[in-house]
């Protein structure tokens, strides 16, 4: 590793597991202390020792990231233990289902709190301490779901869809403080989220439902959470200065077709 976050402070939400852990552990060991929050307090420590075990530094914080006092409270603890506040990964998300036929309202105001509302208090929360350290970085999470309509997935494309829409919004009003402001749209991942949708889409066979999938992607295989987290880290880091407002792709080619 090549010390791409020397001396850096993260915070990323749903660090406990898939993406947001590989991203955890990877700006680890660029040299980045890392907050991993979490909604389930074990995930969260399990990352956290992972990181440990390879000489890192990282501490737990549990937190709901649609409730504003434990989001503040997370960023607060981030700030006392390690002293600043660099970069923020907004991962946290939940998918949905169905579509806008039969879409719930509950199904509909779950996948908008965590996925809208939670980026939106997570970056309301850390923007002076972003601010304060002179290199502040905001990473967004949305998907190709906000790119292209995925079938039965109306909620989850009209949540990440906005993620974008606000990750322009923040490039545009945070470059003053020194902040940039960039999204990820990941291709299909194989992680606990996804999941239970390529079950569904096999029919309650996963590998059906995984080779319907591959076949989306050109290069032929989906992505892993270490391909994005390599993006994330590109995105946090000094190698990306001249980055903000940016939608990076990381599909496979899923959306260039
Ligand atoms: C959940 C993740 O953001 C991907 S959206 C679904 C893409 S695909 O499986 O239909 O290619």
Not at 141 to 158: D, E, K, R, T, W
Request: charged share 15%; aromatic share 4%; proline share 3%.
């Amino acid at each position: 590793m090549t010390g791409q976050l020397e001396g850096r402070v993260a915070l990323i939400t749903g660090a406990g597991s898939g993406i947001g852990r590989a991203a955890a552990q990877r700006f680890a060991a660029e040299g980045c202390a890392v907050a991993v929050v979490d909604l389930v307090a074990a995930a969260a420590q399990d990352t956290v020792d992972k990181i440990i075990a390879n000489g890192g530094r990282a501490i737990a914080c549990p937190a709901n990231v649609t409730a504003d006092a434990e989001v503040r409270s997370a960023v607060e603890r981030t700030v006392e233990a390690f002293g600043r506040l660099d970069v923020l990964y907004n991962n946290a998300g939940v998918n949905s289902s169905g579509s806008v036929v039969d879409a719930t309202e509950d199904d509909w105001d779950r996948c908008m709190g965590v996925n809208v509302k939670g980026t939106f208090l997570c970056s309301r929360a850390a923007v002076s301490h972003l601010a304060a350290s002179g290199s502040g970085a905001i990473v967004n999470q949305a998907s190709v779901a906000a790119l292209v309509g995925i079938p039965n997935f109306a909620a989850y494309c009209a949540a990440k869809g906005a993620v974008v829409a606000l990750t322009r919004s923040m490039a545009v009003d945070l470059a003053p403080r020194g902040i940039r402001v960039n999204v990820i749209c990941p291709g299909t991942v194989f992680t606990p989220l996804m999941e239970p949708l390529l079950r569904a889409r096999g029919d309650g066979d996963l590998e059906a439902g995984l080779a319907k999938t591959t076949v989306k992607y050109p290069i032929g295989r989906l992505g892993s959470p270490e391909e994005i987290a390599s993006a994330a880290l590109f995105l946090a880091s000094d190698q990306a200065s001249f980055l903000t407002g940016s939608v990076l792709t990381a599909d496979g080619g899923m959306t260039a077709q």
